[in-house]
């Protein structure tokens, strides 16, 4: 009797692989077949789905049905494509490093992509120089900390930065990316000059300003809804050696924000790489954000004015230099701008610092004890004092619930390249203002009321504010959120996305 053929090993496996999702995983989404590659990277076991369900806000909780820790950016290509040609196809999030704070990064029952798996191969990041300009190749997956390490491994660093250094270099080039610098740099995804995508169709892509300049545009700011970026060319300067960082306080917002205007309007220019200011409430400011600068002996003196005006305002300014820059002469131009400012006199202060301690000044702590309802606006300039009365004064300051630093300072329009997908206000100078609370696990709701008495006041006086790494849920508030934007940016998902794949957790097109 002739022997029947045994059936080939992938099918086996295929099949495996297919039914365990579909009877394992909470979900029916899964039942499209899954190549074999990715067998043993695809996990349904609780402990992946559970860190795939949390992120940094600790407050949105969306079960994916599987997590993929992709050891190649072929297998993030052939979970895309396998979604892509499946009758019902299923939702795919990447998990840069999972600092989102409203779910942006999870998946409802479809597929999280971790990308901590990719960082361990190492390879990462890669220095180059063509035609006189210098960059870095880096993953999508990597994390600035780690950019910030390599470059300045060869004297070299790019030159906008975010606050914070434990993101991904996909995470924030997928919002924009901003900080100090941004005033004088522009956000990060204006200082991109090429990117690796795989689309929603499971293509990979080069893309830049020359190339598929339409992926290239979409992509950047685009929340993950275009593509997955798997790499990301990123200019690079030589590293400054040393920085000159200095903090003044406000009692009076006028002064404050006419102070921070003159920077960013570069009247400074030459004593300025770096500009920020924040809130000093008396209830939330951590006492370590002013005392981590101040001497603490000062920090009586500072909460008499606190007490005295309610809330004040510190200007954070820095000044960037070289080995060849002589202290001295840098600490004279200092001097010379804070004598025409209006600060309060005798709180100013300034040290100097390595230029790697400056931009790793926010640690990396995890609490998962702890909530961070966040909310972080644009703010058009014309409106600012509207905003100080009727935000600050009549809701901050009256709740007197803040807790965590308050940002707030101003970004130049023409840094931002109108063509990226990124959003916001329609005049030359408009601020950035970031609340960030911290709440416990039972309390975070009144920060949230606060957060919406914040967006209600604004649009009952009129002033259009726009969300910084929004958190909408309906296709209403996305369409206001991208105005004369939104027609372009839904013509490009139908084109890289049609089937509405990507990054379902930004919550744009799953209902649409
Ligand atoms: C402590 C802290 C400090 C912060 N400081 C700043 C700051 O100074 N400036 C600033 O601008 N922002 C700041 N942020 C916000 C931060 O930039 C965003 O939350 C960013 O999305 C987080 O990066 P992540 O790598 O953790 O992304 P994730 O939260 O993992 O992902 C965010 C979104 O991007 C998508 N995404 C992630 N990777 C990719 C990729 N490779 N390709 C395509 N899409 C992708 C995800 O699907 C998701 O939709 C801060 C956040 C925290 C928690």
Redesign the pocket.
């Known amino acids: 009797m002739a022997k029947s053929p045994s059936p080939p090993i992938h099918l086996i496996v295929m099949l495996l692989v297919t039914y365990f999702l579909c009877t394992v995983g909470k979900s029916n989404a899964l039942t499209c077949p899954l190549p074999p590659e990715l067998a043993t990277k695809l996990h349904v076991d609780p402990v992946a789905i559970d860190s795939a369900s949390t992120?940094?806000?600790n407050i949105v909780h969306s079960e994916p049905a599987a997590v993929l820790y992709p050891s190649s950016i072929e297998d993030i290509q052939r979970l895309v494509k396998s979604s892509y040609n499946c009758p019902i196809p299923f939702g795919i999030?990447?998990?840069?490093?999972?600092?989102?704070?409203n779910g942006?990064?999870m998946?409802r029952d479809g597929v999280v992509?971790d990308?901590k798996s990719l960082r361990e191969n190492k390879t990462g990041i890669k220095i180059r120089v063509s035609r006189n300009h210098l960059f870095a190749d880096v993953?999508?997956?990597q994390?600035w900390i780690d950019v910030l390490h390599t470059t300045a491994a060869q004297g070299l660093s790019p030159v906008s930065?975010?606050?914070?250094l434990?993101?991904?270099?996909?995470?924030?080039?997928?919002?924009?990316?901003?900080?100090g610098q941004?005033f004088l740099h522009g956000?990060?995804i204006s200082n991109v000059y090429e990117l690796d995508?795989?689309t929603g169709k499971g293509e990979l892509v080069t893309c830049s300003k020359r190339n598929n300049s339409d992926l290239f545009d979409s992509?950047l700011g685009?929340?993950?809804?275009?593509?997955?970026?798997?790499r990301a060319r990123i200019a690079l300067r030589s590293a400054p050696t040393k920085v000159r960082w200095s903090r003044a306080f406000y009692s009076n917002f006028s002064d404050f924000i006419r102070d921070q205007e003159r920077i960013v309007r570069g009247g400074h220019r030459d004593v300025a790489n770096y500009l920020e200011g924040s809130l000093v409430l008396d209830n939330g400011t951590p006492t370590e954000w002013i005392t981590s600068f101040f001497h603490p002996t000062q920090l009586p003196q500072i909460m008499s004015l606190v007490k005295t005006y309610g809330i004040i305002y510190c200007l954070e300014l820095t000044k960037y230099y070289f080995i060849e820059d002589i202290e001295s002469e840098i600490d004279q131009d200092l001097q010379e701008v804070f004598k025409q400012f209006a600060h309060v006199p005798g709180f100013i202060d300034a040290k100097f610092v390595s230029h790697q301690e400056f931009l790793t000044r926010?640690p990396?702590a995890e609490n998962e004890s702890q909530t961070?309802p966040?909310q972080?606006l644009f703010i058009p300039k014309s409106r600012i004092s509207d905003f100080n009365v009727g935000v600050l004064r009549d809701i901050v300051l009256k709740r007197n619930i803040t807790t965590g630093p308050v940002?707030f300072y101003p970004l130049n329009r023409h840094k931002w390249d109108a063509q990226l997908s990124a959003v916001i206000p329609d005049e030359d100078i408009f601020y950035t203002t970031?609340f960030?609370h911290t709440g416990g696990i039972d309390n975070w709701q009144v920060y949230e009321d606060q957060n919406k008495a914040i967006i209600k006041f604004c649009e009952e006086a009129g002033i259009k504010i726009v969300k910084?790494?929004a958190d909408y849920t309906t296709i209403e508030e996305w369409i206001k959120h991208f105005g004369s934007k939104w027609t372009t940016f839904r013509e490009r998902k139908a084109k890289y996305d049609p089937k509405n794949i990507?990054?379902p957790?930004?919550k744009i097109f799953n209902g649409v």
């Open positions: 992120d940094y806000g999030s990447v998990r840069g490093n999972g600092h989102s704070v942006q990064d998946a992509v990308m993953g999508g997956e994390l930065w975010t606050d914070f434990y993101l991904s270099v996909g995470g924030t080039l997928s919002n924009a990316g901003i900080s941004t956000p990060q995508v795989i992509v685009g929340l993950g809804q275009f593509g997955i970026i798997t926010v990396n961070h966040w972080n940002l970031s960030l910084y790494l990507l990054s957790g930004q």
